[in-house]
């Protein structure tokens, strides 16, 4: 089984700062793309970023320049750092990590529970 802890959300302030964090753990063999989505109220879950094990990625329009995907793969664990918060990127953030099990199957996708980004003065 596979499990996917997120943290780091919270309140913050416009032009502050935050990173998530998200952590996989159990039976993992690899890891072959990870991505963040957000949810806000009254409108459907977009995606913010993603990124393949191999480093490349891709950002909503929105957020380039601001949001920085990265992978431990060490620690299976994907961040996202979010620079000059504005309060449209007020949401629940989610992760979503598509990996291999070892000795099982592979193109696995698992989704974190959602963490509150609250940006406001």
């Known amino acids: 089984q596979v499990q996917l802890v997120e943290s780091g959300g919270g309140l913050v302030q416009p032009g502050g700062s935050l990173r998530l964090s998200c952590t996989a753990s159990?039976?993992?063999?690899?890891?072959?793309?990870v991505g963040w989505y957000r949810q806000a109220p009254g409108k459907q879950r977009e995606l913010v970023a993603a990124?393949?094990?191999?480093?490349?990625?891709t950002y909503e329009d929105s957020v380039k320049g601001r949001f920085t995907i990265s992978m431990d793969n060490v620690k299976n664990t994907v961040y996202l750092q979010m620079n000059s918060l504005k309060p449209e990127d007020t949401a629940v953030y989610y992760c979503?990590?598509?990996?291999?099990?070892?000795?099982?199957?592979?193109?696995?996708?698992?989704w974190g529970q959602g963490i509150q980004v609250t940006v406001s003065s």
């Open positions: 979503n990590v598509d990996l291999n099990i070892r000795g099982g199957a592979y193109g696995n996708v698992y």
């Open positions: 159990g039976n993992i063999a690899s890891i072959n793309a």
């Open positions: 990124s393949t094990s191999g480093g490349i990625t």
